[in-house]
């Protein structure tokens, strides 16, 4: 009987051996892939990838994703601040205030924007901004950023601030803070890393965003624009646009961008895993 | 002024349960107050009406009047009343994202107590040293509370709330949670505080509430059933209820 337990033990550990594999290759087979031919490119092209424009169509030359990779940070982080501070402040109003109206509303708007289509929030940003600004632009691309990554960043922060035991609450409220106090003296810090992970994943994902800057920032390659009045481009639309055509130099490029965009992300995630320090409670 | 706290006819209902019933009590300035009875009895609930903490609880409904210090705690704002109370709780909570030494500045800060960093340092250490806790740990007040014991993080909650300067101290069964040693320790720094601050504890240990207590309210089932000096009650229990609790029989 015992023997039959345990092999049925080592079968299921086995088992979920297996599964977790299985899941874990496609990633792996991706990354492997990235990396593969991204290196190629970004070997040939050396570190004019990072400084250069990209060539005509038909070139021998891969030139670089510069307006791309600026872009990009451009976009990503003027969206940051307003992310940031919209999200974070409903946040608070939803966990100070539960039963508020107001904090309601904002739980439900939230909840409900997540499932928004990123098209639809390029087009009404088309709408919004760039028609009554007369031109695309990184401003423009970095509002329509911001209204994507909002519900994320607005669920993440109000479920790290939740997870801060309410017992600090009634210690703070104990030697005179206010409410306010109590926020931004004990349960920000507290929550800080749950905090600083949530808005590198917000800057990460809106990195990747794609179809939310179809129609906002205008796709401009032939030069490096760091004015966020101007166009610009973003990694994922050079990709986007590159990969489908048939230049071979293009795809090359798209390759090379790709595995930009991934040193991005694992950046990213080793600052998360090594920088931020949890608070031992 | 002739009490530190006048509680009259106080009853508290949460969501229509009558919690406190009809409680009426007063504490002199500068004794120990203990508020014992069996669990469950509304001792931790009354001790949060005094500073208001039962703000917190959602759903309540109270009657009556609380004076802490000559006003009406229902009719000043709960920040500011705050300000002259400070609380222990059962579970030591010093803040974990603050070094030993910030846990006891920032409630001195807070309450204009210290400004500049002398001062500041000063009323640390005599926090600590209220509290025994400075001896164990004077070489190390940059570090994080989770490396102090329980009954350590205990004490350093006591310093925290003495560094408010506060006239009146709640302790809320500060050793239910912590080890006889560091019990001990806590027991002798509060008898200890008697002279600086009025203290009113809740406990349901009576032989805890023995050693410390100068006036005692027994509670049970949210009503008064005894009160008076702690050498009467303890000798010569009016109440047939008090005599059982105090020999453990409820």
């Known amino acids: 009987m015992s023997r039959w337990r345990d092999v049925r033990d080592k079968l299921f550990i086995l088992l979920v051996i297996l599964m977790s594999a299985i899941a874990l290759l496609p990633l792996l087979h991706m990354i492997i892939t990235i990396a593969i031919n991204g290196i190629q490119t970004i070997a040939r092209a050396g570190i004019r990838f990072f400084t250069d424009i990209p060539p005509p169509p038909i070139s021998r030359d891969i030139g670089g994703i510069a307006p791309s990779l600026v872009g990009s940070f451009i976009t990503t982080l003027t969206s940051l601040p307003i992310t940031i501070a919209l999200a974070l402040s409903a946040a608070i109003l939803s966990t100070e205030f539960p039963s508020n109206p107001l904090s309601r509303l904002t739980d439900i708007l939230s909840r409900s924007f997540a499932s928004i289509p990123t098209i639809v929030v390029s087009m009404f940003v088309y709408a919004l901004v760039v028609v009554p600004m007369n031109r695309f632009s990184a401003l423009a691309g970095a509002v329509a950023l911001s209204l994507i990554s909002l519900p994320y960043a607005y669920t993440s922060f109000s479920s790290a601030l939740r997870s801060v035991p309410q017992t600090y609450r009634e210690a703070s409220y104990s030697i005179g803070m206010n409410r306010w106090q109590t926020v931004i003296k004990v349960f920000i810090p507290i929550a800080r890393k749950a905090i600083v992970v949530s808005i590198l994943i917000t800057f990460a994902r809106a990195m990747g965003e794609t179809a939310t800057l179809l129609f906002t920032v205008g796709r401009y390659r032939v030069g490096v624009n760091i004015d966020i009045r101007a166009p610009t481009d973003t990694i994922p639309l050079l990709i986007f646009d590159f990969i489908t055509t048939p230049f071979k130099v293009y795809h090359e490029i798209a390759w090379g961008a790709a595995l930009v965009l991934l040193f991005i992300y694992i950046a990213i995630f080793i600052t998360v895993k090594t920088i931020v320090k949890e608070v031992k409670l | ?250």
């Not at chain 2, 207590?213 to 050498?231: F, H, K, R």
Request: a positive charge.
């Open chain 2, 1 to 250: 002024m002739r009490y530190a706290i006048e509680i009259k006819n106080l009853n508290l209902y949460i969501s229509d349960r009558h919690i406190l019933k009809n409680v009426s009590m007063d504490i002199e300035p500068n004794t120990i107050h203990v508020i014992m009875g069996p669990s469950g009895s509304g001792k931790t609930t009354l001790l949060r009406v005094i500073n208001r903490l039962i703000d917190l609880t959602p759903n309540i409904k109270v009657s009556g009047e609380v004076y802490v210090l000559g006003r009406n705690v229902f009719e000043i704002d709960p920040y500011t009343l705050r300000r002259d109370i400070g609380m222990v709780f059962q579970v030591p909570n010093p803040f974990p994202h603050m070094s030993i030494y910030w846990n006891i500045a920032i409630a001195a800060r807070l309450n204009g107590v210290a400004r500049n960093k002398r001062d500041l340092d000063e009323v640390v250490r005599w926090a600590l040293e209220k509290a025994m806790l400075w001896d164990e740990v004077k070489d190390r007040l940059n570090k994080y509370p989770n490396e102090l014991s329980g009954g350590q993080r205990q004490r350093l909650c006591l310093a925290r709330a003495l560094a408010m300067k506060p006239k009146i101290l709640l302790l809320d069964e500060p050793t239910a949670n912590i080890d006889p040693v560091n019990a001990r320790k806590l027991e002798e720094a509060i008898v200890s505080l008697k002279n600086d601050v009025t203290i009113v504890m809740v406990t349901h240990s009576p032989h805890q509430a023995a050693r410390v207590a100068d006036s005692v309210t027994l509670i049970y089932d949210g009503a008064v059933v005894e009160q008076g000096a702690a050498s009467r009650i303890f000798l010569h229990p009016s109440n047939e209820f008090t005599a059982k609790f105090l020999r453990g029989e409820i």
